[in-house]
């Protein structure tokens, strides 16, 4: 770390804290040449992986846009988006790994969003659990009807690189 004032090399840290939602870590340094103190900003980085192969950094505004269509005229309001993705973007940090599949951060979504608003679940599910006919919808739906309180639809893995 480069101290902002004089370049020199090398600094102590004075005081660490983390963010609310533990996403960075704010440290407070100290030059060791010039004594002067500044802030730094730490944050794990957190890649997706298209199927294109191309990696990109996780986006909770994607993950927001893509949860609005299947949420389009129903009773969802934009903080409650806001929270379902700050909660997709945990469990996934949650899991240790830098990378995830684009694929895996739809089903990582399908919790929550069951828990939000069940017709969105079962809009944005068939597209993330490819529902080829009338039999997966009429399946999504029982299960919605056995379980509605469930935490994680059962057929949901998160798998990660």
Do not use: W
């Amino acid at each position: 770390m480069h101290c902002p004032f004089c370049r020199h090399e090398e600094s102590r840290v004075v005081d660490s804290r983390s963010l609310e939602d533990g996403s960075a870590i704010r440290r407070r340094r100290e030059c060791r040449s010039c004594d002067k103190r500044f802030t730094t900003m730490e944050t794990t980085s957190l890649s997706v992986i298209k199927r294109s192969g191309v990696a990109e950094p996780f986006n909770r505004a994607k993950v927001i846009n893509g949860v609005r269509k299947a949420c389009q005229g129903r009773p969802v309001s934009n903080d409650d988006l806001a929270k379902l993705a700050q909660e997709v973007e945990e469990s996934i940090r949650a899991t240790g790994h830098a990378e995830i599949d684009a694929h895996e951060v739809g089903l990582a979504i399908l919790g929550p969003l069951r828990r939000l608003d069940q017709v969105a679940y079962l809009r944005f599910a068939s597209v993330y659990q490819d529902f080829d006919n009338l039999a997966d919808f009429e399946k999504a739906i029982q299960e919605l009807r056995e379980r509605p309180e469930a935490q994680e639809p059962l057929q949901t893995k998160l798998f990660v690189r």
